[in-house]
């Protein structure tokens, strides 16, 4: 059957699909925001690795993975910036293609290869998802209402496509398919040749980008906090230890049975509070970014249920003041104290220093 | 000169042509809090040291900048080349008050840094409290201007801070008053948003104006005779859309005999953080075709201040110039090229009955100042009028006005009395409201939606064969590097949260079982924190393997993070992504709370990473010993800047017993 295949073009295979391919190409295209709009056109001849399409398609990934970074950008970043850009962002969301590294830099190919790192941006990241929600209009506050008319209007038709995009969803990802398909057939053999070439490349770790340099400080000041505190629990468990042997040896009544009773809920007590603080610790991560939606409501939630489903769905992503509050109260009390650490360092170093100092006594504050 | 080319710590990448290239615009880097410094390329050194020659410095210090080079990447805790520079002068002892002090450092600082090259562009837009943490990327360079630069960053930021805070408070001020106080108030800080009204009509222009209205309006009632039967039609149609506004697009395709209705009037409120309650109703009115491309009218308006007229309601004035504030709020200049679409009635019609009250035979006045767009106003007639009363009565605001209107003798606006009183009562302009609303239901539906099946099943197919080629084929045992800066910030918080359970624990526990638990709880403890030391290995291991593939890159990649990476096994739920995140509150203090938290947070956040950059650079310069006489000062500023922030000092005393 795939020799069949082979012996149609390859548009006409294309074809064949139906018409839907098309809306779905053009329902995704009309579901990107309007400063990285491509032309559905673009995505077919990067289907068939056009070269012309490569540049475009260079410049739509930046744009879109600029977005994302939330960083800027201006029409006139040149092309190897670019590339350079979209590489590392590929790399960074864990987009493992070599062949997409191998691409070159001026921009003049692999517009393919970008077809496909564009449609895995759109599982992986959520591209789409990401970019409708950066980019929302927010409606709560300064725009000129006039321009608010535009720009609602113009999202508007973008969630409209969006939701056209998911009914078509299903079309896109078996086109894509056939591209992987033929880029097995072709590319089987000097590919892995390549391969073999590359990994003799970079064999030391030394990072080569600001990012992991940054990474990396903060790995190494993570595992030194982590560390000292290793040590002074260690430290502080051991006394205790010994200190509750002794007491174990020494009085009677804790080697009794009731004593075990009481141990057993003292040991799940803790438990609990332990499973707690861990929980806690792992739950920090989903918060406090970007901008939310102030809502007056009051403490009591029953009120609000009459509204049913819809309560309950908006339920899920509110956070309450009260828990930010105590949130920034910990995080203040724990910078007060790093404050404070920092000085009292600063202070020993310079109390060190004073005594090089002749014929002056320093009395501290 | 800027240095640019030490920032791009890559060693293998591409490099700038010459550190001369700079410009770059700075971005704000999440920088580690003590502001790494990265290494200075060894082109930029030769001129830095020719400087340093200059004046008298430590030998050693200048001696170690050169061979520096790319590799050492990590900082080193303290730039020797910098501390070498940032000796201020010896006149910085004087200071008896640390501030003082800080200053005097500061400015001789600056003085180096003058030396050293233009001053790094710095974006001082005040953030969240991620923000400050990040010390930007000008005070990365190695080199004395380290320290100035983060420090006139920290003041940029601070100060820009304050300035967004003051037009906000501003403006919500404004909102907040009575609003009948606002017009006078209301050129002011629209001034900004309005570029092609020259001036603001004084009351007594204003009045002459409303004559000039008058007369037009007799003009018109001239012309309405002869296009009576036209106008008959007219008032049918007005008794049906009083109340109604169209969207301004027919407005382009009216015919003459065709009244159309323009966009309506609204006045553009500056809204809080709340949500948008403010604009006024929309007035209907008639758009007549010989008035819109009629320039004469405009001109003779613009005539006006000649005459000086003052009679007339005071109201009429009001009325006018609110029209005309309210079209210097409105920013049509930029309007969907509508150029057809044109105000007529400026006024409000709710007004009418304070009229009609005061003024038996005030025939509403409606005048449109100009916009960018050129585009006329044209006086209403009696159509108008009657359209205007009919929408008043609809608008159902009208008793109320007649209050305030008949005791104050002013016109009502839509909310006489303040925004707190009327403000439920407002309703935005209907075409903004059917775009909301439209795009509010896409929004619900897109939230909504969930992928179906095929597609989920073909998305799947394909993300499995693509990741068959990917490097690392197993997602689950080599995260990415997005997931690998997820784990991390997790883990961020968690040794300040240990610490916190550590020391809440009695240090001498008053019963038997406290000590048990006591006991348990730090034994725990313990073990949670070698789960995070393994964790953290792992992701060190994951990042190393990561790295390996790391793509070239020079600086300009990769310094700002998404917010939110999700994990890249899982499907991103189009839910979690498209709901607006809510903050609910419960009263007007939390809200104060958090933002005041928010704000003391971000201070500690900077002041921290400025002590960090601050320690670096100062503490070097004393640590040669012996130090000279004349550094006792120097030592006790040094001393009361970074041990008591600036705010108290240390006393020297002279150890008079030596001599």
Known sequence: MRGRQREQPREQREQQRGPALPAAVGALCRALPPSARPAPDTLRRARFDRPQASLDFWKLLYVLLKQIHGDRWTESDAI????????????????????????????????????????????????????????????GDETSVCTLFQLLESETTQLEAFLEWKQLEPVYWQWMETVLDDMAEEGNMCESQDARVEKRRLPEVTSCCPWADKLAGQMDRLSRELVALQEQLQQLVTQRRAAWREKVATREELQKERFSATARRTQESTELKLRALTSLCAAQKTRMHGLYRLVLRSKHPASKTALGQRVSKEAVAAVSAAEVIRELQVREASLQRELQQLRQQCRHRLDGIAEGLEGVICISP | MQERSNTSGCGTGPRRPSPLSGGREEREAPKAAEGRAASPGPAGHPRHSDHRDASARRPRRRGAAGPRGRPERRRPGAAPASAARATPRPRVLAGPRGARGRREERRGRGRADAACGPRPKVRGRGQGPAGPRRVPRGADRAGPCRAAAALRAALGEGAERRRELERRAARSRALLRRWDDEEEERPQPQSGSSTEHEDRPSPKELEELELLNRALEKALKVRESILKTSLEAQRARGQKWAGEAHAPKKAEEQQVPVPVEDVPEYRKVRTGSKKP??????????????????????????????????????????????????????????????????????????????????????????Y????????????????????????CGFLGESSKK????????????????????????????????????????????????????????????????????????????????????????????????????????PADPSTLQEEYESLLTLEGLRTTVSQCLQKLQLLREALESQLRLCPDCTGDVGSCSPACVPARGQTCDSADMLAVPLLCYSSLQELRDLFALKLQVSMLHQEIALQKVMMAELLPVLEPRPLLEGSAGLFRAIHSQLCEGGRRFPVLVRDELLD
């Open chain 2, 368 to 391: 449109g100042g100009d916009s960018a767009a050129g585009k006329n106003s044209t006086v209403a007639g009696k159509q108008l009028l009657d359209a205007g009363k009919k929408s």
């Open chain 2, 402 to 505: 007649e209050d305030t209107a008949g005791a104050r003798g002013r016109s009502a606006s839509p909310g006489t009395g303040t925004l707190q009183e009327k403000g439920c009562q407002m309703k935005l302009p209907v075409p903004y409201r059917k775009a909301y609303s439209r795009n509010s239901r896409a929004w619900e539906r897109c939230r909504l939606c969930r992928t179906s099946a095929d597609a989920a099943a073909a998305r799947t197919r394909f993300m499995e064969r693509i990741q068959t080629t990917f490097e690392f084929c197993s997602p689950k045992l080599t995260p990415s590097p997005a997931e690998i800066e997820e784990e991390l910030r997790g883990l961020q918080d968690v040794p300040s949260r240990l610490r916190q359970y550590v020391e809440s624990e």
């Open chain 2, 277 to 366: 309650l403010l604009l006024k109703k929309p007035s209907p009115y008639q758009l007549r075709a010989p008035y819109r491309t009629d320039p004469d009218v405009k001109k003779l308006q613009r005539k006006v201040p000649a005459r000086c007229v003052s009679q007339g309601p005071r109201t009429a004035g009001k009325i006018f110039s609110k029209a005309v504030t309210s079209k210097q709020g409105r920013s049509h200049r930029t309007a969907t090229g509508a150029t057809a679409r044109e105000v007529c009635a400026a006024a409000e019609p709710q007004e009418t009955p304070g009229l009609s009250e005061s003024a038996p035979n005030e025939q509403q006045s409606f």
């Open chain 1, 80 to 139: 190897g910036a670019q590339v350079r850009f979209v590489k590392w962002a590929l790399w960074y969301h864990g987009y493992g293609r070599p062949q997409l590294q191998r691409l070159p830099a001026d921009g003049s190919a692999g517009s393919r290869e970008l077809l496909l790192a564009f449609s895995w941006l759109l599982h992986s990241p959520g591209l789409l998802e990401q970019l409708l929600a950066r980019n929302r209009v927010q409606t």
